[in-house]
């Protein structure tokens, strides 16, 4: 695989060489007060049969290929600023730089009757225009991405489909969150201050190579008035609890000073419910786990972007957050004999304390270089997370009459405390020429996680330890990161291609045992696009990707549901690998299919260890699989109609697993399918009262080494706009049907596991969101560097 993509990278830089000059060109950039200005208009005509328009991107520039020699007229325009026109006599390629002016015109009465496709496909990434999505009135960050093909949200969880969980970014950064305080982060940014959501399946060599799953970008709207903006929230959840959640957002900005700040809040508890059936070839484990889960849930973030000179922009931005947890559980077992009939039962009372905090800080630096869009940006980052986890249980064991076994009653802690420290500091070099464009970059990121395991049994009213149970988990991770990206567009074809280094070395050191590995890895990425015409274009990608487990996953700290059951991390866990491959097709804007490959070396999983003698369960991730996903995606936009959109997705895969650990089964295969359908429907003209009936459904299929039953459900939801639509209100009922049960099996050491559980997703939810304030806030793109690290401390 790897060969393959070296062949591909060379290919096609070939193609980039012999093609750099066979056209001409006209590329540059727009500024506006000395600042790069994102999604200016740009239209090229000659006067008669020729008229192409583009829009400036991040960096403000713009450009037109495969033009012939000719009088040109260019074009730019702009809701906030005044038009301008340069005429253009091309006889070879030509840069053309201009400053707008602001606009004095007053725009509240002026109708804007340009629209973009809902989709665009472009060559590393595709793009969902919320400007053009009738599912962005009236609703909030997390519920529109549920709204977008290809994305789910389940339970607050951000997945694409066919993977696992995502990385969220905001503007390029990706947010340092935890699922709980991203989950309401995303509920504060009304959909209004969204501009697109992209979706990047397979990232580019810029990006950190970190994680198989992708990249979801928010990228928020930009404007350049001055004054305040902000917004208001407030939520109440029903599922089998009340749920209150609360927040809000506020930017403003005065001559070169940008401020922004937001905070949120959430309280309430949950009910999930979890069951198993351990199959021993002379007793059932049936294990039922009942808990109501507690969370109060606060987080904020305050933020100043200082202009300092025209080319100059410095940052600095701070977030905290914490958790409290605590749950009341109890689980029952009951073990059966051959016959059916009750052997004994087991039966553990608990309750666990959690207290987390995340503090980061991040400061940046912005450095325009010329006018052709050349820039540096530098970030300099620190992350540090706390946990301190207890958990008391008790044991008891009740015979096949009902009584107490003598002497079966115990009482045990088991606690754990984590300290994570991360330093990163990243340079980006961006370098557009008029044949390509050039993007450097260099990291270096320090990390280290110390873990505290123990473990008491009380003993005469005293918890004493047990040494046998207790380690000190020391933890160290250095990387040092260097990358380059290339883009060049001749004619009908876009290539971009890249390759990123990382070196890292690890040293892991326990009570008993000691960890050290260094190794440095190649990440090459090719990306392809050609635009047969305006309604056909094909894509083919490729990339390489390595997964870091979680720093959970490495702490050895033991979770005991009773005696004879107990879940733990693995310090020696390695990360695995991916290679993944994408061919597309956009019909239309309208019809994407796209065909992929992914296959996984070395990939972890938890798997439940059995032993048939002594009947203990040890849940504990190890690496052990190679796999192999062949996946086939529909996607079909309908919004034709003024009063209806919808957005539907297909999916077909053919998963293969292979174990390489001897207590497993060897392979498992299996053909899997996913379905969804987002409906939203406009009651009056005014667009002011909306419903929406969203559904989805999970094929059987397999999961790894799991073979997965079917799951679906049912959402329904109404909003009502009011107040010139600064007051949204929207009420939700999710999964109607009570239907979005996971429920699996799978074999170890012999022993058929199977299981079922609920995460309480069937709630009643209402919203009121108030946003105010001057609706043209600037907000500046931040790309801070320890994107990668952050996310493992989930």
Do not use: C
């Not at 709980?180 to 209004?192: G, K, Q």
């Not at 305050?302 to 100059?312: H, M, R």
């Not at 380690?471 to 060049?488: M, W």
Request: proline share 2%; charged share 20%.
């Amino acid at each position: 695989m790897f060969k393959f993509a070296s062949f591909l990278l060379f290919a096609s830089m070939l193609l980039l060489v012999n093609g750099s000059s066979a056209q001409y060109k006209i590329d540059g950039n727009v500024f506006g007060e000395g600042v790069a200005l994102v999604a200016i208009s740009v239209t090229i005509t000659n006067g008669s049969n020729f008229s192409k328009t583009t829009q400036t991107d991040n960096l403000g520039r713009f450009f037109f290929n495969d033009l012939k020699k000719e009088n040109y007229l260019l074009l730019f325009s702009s809701v906030d600023f005044k038009k301008i026109q340069r005429k253009i006599s091309l006889n070879a390629d030509t840069i053309v730089n201009v400053d707008l002016e602001k606009s004095t015109i007053e725009l509240q009465n002026v109708e804007i009757q340009f629209k973009k496709a809902l989709i665009e496909k472009k060559v590393d990434r595709t793009i969902f225009n919320v400007d053009g999505s009738v599912a962005a009135i009236g609703t909030d960050a997390l519920e529109l991405m549920s709204k977008v093909p290809g994305i789910r949200v389940v339970n607050d969880r951000v997945s694409l489909v066919g993977k696992g969980s995502i990385n969220i970014m905001i503007n390029d950064k990706i947010t340092p969150l935890s699922e709980d305080d991203l989950a309401n982060y995303l509920r504060s940014i009304p959909s209004d201050h969204i501009s697109k959501i992209e979706v990047i399946t397979n990232p580019s060599a810029k990006y950190d190579a970190q994680g198989n799953n992708g990249l979801i970008n928010i990228v928020l709207k930009k404007a350049v008035a001055e004054g305040f903006k902000g917004a208001v929230n407030l939520g109440f959840t029903q599922a089998s609890h009340p749920t209150g959640s609360g927040g809000g957002n506020l930017s403003f900005r005065r001559d070169k000073i940008t401020l922004f700040t937001n905070f949120n809040i959430r309280k309430g508890s949950t009910v999930p419910f979890e069951q198993s059936n351990i199959f021993y070839p002379v007793q059932t484990w049936n294990v039922v786990n009942k808990d109501r889960n507690f969370r109060v849930v606060p987080s904020g973030q305050l933020g100043l972007d200082y202009q300092i000179s025209k080319n100059t922009t410095a940052g600095l931005s701070y977030n905290a957050g914490q958790t409290d947890f605590h749950s009341e559980e109890n689980i029952k077992t009951t073990v059966f004999n051959k016959a059916g009939e009750i052997d004994s039962i087991l039966n553990s009372d608990a309750n666990a304390k959690i207290k987390s905090n995340y503090k980061t800080g991040n400061f940046y630096w912005k450095q325009l270089i010329d006018t052709m869009g050349k820039q540096l940006v530098i970030n300099a980052d620190w992350f540090k997370y706390k946990d301190d986890n207890h958990r008391f249980f008790d044991n008891t064991t009740f015979g096949r009459d009902g009584g107490i076994v003598p002497e079966s009653f115990a009482q045990y802690l088991s606690s754990s405390r984590q300290n994570i420290g991360l330093y990163t500091l990243k340079a980006d070099l961006d370098l557009p020429y008029k044949a390509f464009n050039l993007s450097l970059g260099a990291k270096a990121s320090f990390i280290k996680n110390q873990s505290e395991v123990s473990f008491f049994k009380m003993k005469n009213d005293i918890y004493e330890i047990d040494k046998g149970q207790t380690n000190l988990f020391n933890y160290n991770e250095n990387t040092q990161a260097l990358y380059f990206n290339l883009n060049k567009t001749f004619k009908k074809w876009d290539f971009q291609m890249g390759l990123r280094s990382e070196y890292t070395q690890i040293e892991g050191i326990s009570v008993n045992s000691t960890t050290r590995e260094d190794y440095l890895r190649l990440f090459p990425t090719l990306f392809i696009s050609y635009r047969k015409n305006e309604k056909s274009e094909f894509s083919l990608n490729y990339g390489r990707r390595i997964n870091r487990p979680a720093y959970k996953k490495l702490n050895p700290f033991r979770w005991y549901s009773n005696q004879y059951s107990y879940a733990e991390g693995n310090p020696f866990l390695r990360p695995s690998y991916n290679n993944n491959i994408e061919l597309s097709h956009t019909y239309s804007k309208v019809l994407t299919t796209t065909l992929s490959f992914n296959n996984t070396n070395d990939g972890y999983n938890n798997v439940n260890f059995t032993d048939v003698n002594t009947n203990i369960q040890i849940l504990r991730p190890v690496n052990l699989m190679t796999s192999y996903q062949y996946q086939m995606s529909n996607s079909i936009v309908f919004n034709r109609l003024k009063w209806l959109e919808s957005l539907n997705q297909l999916d077909v895969f053919y998963i293969r697993s292979n174990s390489s650990i001897a207590q497993t089964l060897p392979d498992l295969n299996g053909v899997g399918a996913y379905f969804s359908t987002s409906n939203q429907v406009i009651f009056n003209k005014i667009r002011t009262l909306m419903g929406e009936v969203n559904f989805w459904y999970q094929f059987p299929g397999v999961n790894d080494l799991n073979k997965m039953k079917s799951q679906y459900r049912l959402d329904i939801g109404f909003k009502r706009l009011l107040l010139d639509n600064k007051l949204q209100l929207a009420l939700n009922m999710a999964d109607i049907l009570k239907s979005g049960k996971d429920r699996y099996s799978s074999i170890v050491n012999g022993i058929n596991q199977e299981y079922r559980n609920y995460y309480d997703s069937q709630y009643l939810r209402l919203t009121v969101r108030y946003n105010f304030g001057n609706d043209k806030i600037k907000q500046q793109d931040r790309k801070p560097g320890n994107e990668e690290e952050r996310r493992r401390s989930n």
